[in-house]
């Protein structure tokens, strides 16, 4: 980097950009790049946050999280080779409730198991993750749905009910 001279930082910040500027921005860019890199997946979730804002559903609530109990957690696999770990998560909006269960699967796949309690029970269910097509199904008539084997990261729900019935409604993003 060349040197920069006390006479040379009185000019004036509205000149043109000149060589000197130049070779202090790239340090400053390069020491920044150091100690606070960008994480390799910032663009892609950032297409996916900015892709669920514009499906124009109603967002869910949290209201409820549950991690495994200590006697279901397991630090062996069993001879399956199927974990036993499972978590479950429920959301409200309105009059609409959805609780889904994660299950490990193999090859490092969830299971994820959902109930809708709403009162009209036919509603379309798509699964959304970063850089990949959405999944979709159907809740049963009592208002079950199933993804039996997605792959771990960030994902969203967003349940379809007709629009007499309150239209699309969307979880938080989550981690699988």
Same mark, same amino acid.
């Given at each position: /980097? ?57 967002? /869910? ?116």
């Amino acid at each position: /980097m060349p040197e920069v001279r006390d006479d040379e930082l009185t000019l004036s910040p509205a000149e043109p950009l000149d060589d000197a500027d130049r070779a202090v921005l790239t340090h400053l860019s390069e020491v920044a790049g150091r100690l606070d890199p960008m994480p390799d997946d910032l663009v892609e979730r950032s297409l996916f946050a900015a892709t669920l804002a514009g499906l124009e559903a109603e967002m /869910m609530q949290a209201v409820h999280v549950s991690e495994p109990l200590a006697g279901v957690r397991s630090a062996t696999v069993p001879a399956d080779g199927v974990p036993t770990e499972a978590r479950t998560i429920s959301f409200t909006h309105g009059d609409l409730t959805l609780m889904i269960q994660l299950s490990a699967e193999r090859a490092g796949r969830i299971r994820v198991d959902g109930w809708i309690a709403v009162p009209t029970p036919s509603c379309t269910v798509e699964l959304h993750r970063p850089g990949v097509a959405p999944e979709t199904t159907e809740a049963d008539e009592d208002g079950r749905f199933s993804f039996p084997a997605v792959a771990s990261g960030a994902a969203s729900l967003i349940v379809r009910r007709p629009q007499a019935d309150g239209g699309a409604v969307s979880t938080p993003v989550i981690e699988l």
